[in-house]
């Protein structure tokens, strides 16, 4: 009988190893034949709006590189997924929000260009502050006293402080939408104009100011991993928790730490998300902290240059996909799922992977 199912097993799994190749062969050649008839056939957009819909989503996917960036982090030192991640985004927003309406009513934000700069400057930092500290104030309460429990339990608690700290924002702040006022020199459209075959194709100074924030937070994080004694602790930490003890480092301190870095992240992107886009709202977070997520895992779950590089390619597909694949644009977010599913089914480990130890495995 054992036998039996051993063989079945077998060729079931033969078959699953078949059938996986062929279906992606075919997926792959519906797309190209669609990308084709699109982009070469039909030539239904010109190259000034292709360059539009690239820069939007260099600077979109620069958005989404430096939340997935926080997950990665808190999924390399305790293999949970920090669902309330997006959540933080939003309050440090919000933060941010209040911070540039109180220079806005002062009269300062637009006195002079150094005005300018500092209220930006002080905005991003005080939104920075607040994720961080509710970032670890989270990890405190909800994950904390979970860490020896089933993967799964911190798992449900995480989604648990998401929806707290989403509708602890409605109740704050209300349910309307709020309107980032930008200073006047980086209103959000206004830029520079460049031409593209006859046609003005124009960079936003949000968008530059945004893309620029995103690939300074990028390296800045990966020069801390790489080069300080907090980024060594926490490699240690994500290697083995036990080792890490015996060798004198404080787990508790790094996982906080981590945490708080997680959280300066998820504020800096909830600043430029306003600045950018303008509109917040108390679920401002979830579908971008999602689709960060969707990033984090199409670079490789647990691989730091592989969140950046799945968050600039998201960004990039999301923005060109809907025009050369033909379908309509408010199907985005359908296109940015479906990656999700195709790379959790062809390449689970995402396009750079992450290098699992024995331990981790």
């Not at 592989?306 to 408010?330: D, H, R, S, T, Y």
Request: net charge positive.
């Amino acid at each position: 009988m054992n036998q039996e199912v051993t063989l079945s097993f077998r060729r079931s799994l033969h078959l699953e190893r078949l059938i996986r190749p062929a279906v992606g062969v075919i997926v792959g050649a519906i797309l190209l034949w669609r990308l084709y008839d699109v982009v070469v056939a039909q030539q239904a957009y010109g190259a000034d709006t292709w360059l539009r819909f690239a820069i939007s989503g260099l600077i979109l996917g620069g958005v989404y590189a430096v939340i997935a960036l926080g997950y990665t982090l808190v999924y390399g030192i305790l293999f949970m997924i920090n669902f309330a991640h997006g959540d933080v985004m939003m309050l440090g927003a919000f933060a941010g929000y209040f911070t540039l309406e109180a220079f806005n009513r002062a009269g300062l934000a637009n006195r002079s260009l150094a005005w300018a700069a500092t209220s930006v400057a002080v905005t991003l930092l005080v939104g920075v502050v607040v994720a961080m500290i509710v970032a670890v104030v989270v990890e405190r309460v909800a994950y904390r006293p979970l860490r020896t429990a089933p993967r799964l339990v911190p798992l449900i608690s995480a989604i648990g402080a998401s929806l707290f700290l989403q509708n602890s924002a409605q109740l704050m702040f209300g349910a309307a939408r709020r309107n980032y006022a930008n200073p006047a020199v980086i209103e959000r459209n206004a830029g520079w104009v460049w031409m593209a075959q006859g046609q003005e194709v124009q960079v936003t100074y949000t968008g530059v100011l945004t893309f620029v924030m995103s690939i300074l937070l990028m390296i800045g994080l990966y020069l801390l991993v790489q080069r300080t004694k907090i980024g060594k602790a926490m490699r240690a930490v994500a290697e083995d928790k036990e080792a890490a003890a015996l060798m004198g480092i404080d787990v508790n301190r790094v996982i906080s730490s981590t945490f708080a870095i997680s959280g300066a992240l998820a504020g800096a992107a909830g600043v430029m998300w306003g600045l950018h886009m303008g509109i917040i709202y108390h679920y401002v977070g979830f579908i971008p902290g999602i689709k960060a997520f969707t990033a984090a895992v199409l670079g490789g779950i647990g691989n730091i240059p592989g969140a950046m590089l799945g968050g600039l390619v998201l960004g990039i597909l999301e923005a060109l996909g809907p025009a050369a694949l033909g379908v309509p644009f408010q199907l985005k977010d359908v296109l940015a799922f479906s990656i999700l599913v195709l790379v959790l089914v062809f390449r689970p480990t995402g396009l750079l992977g992450e290098v699992l130890s024995k331990k981790k495995a």
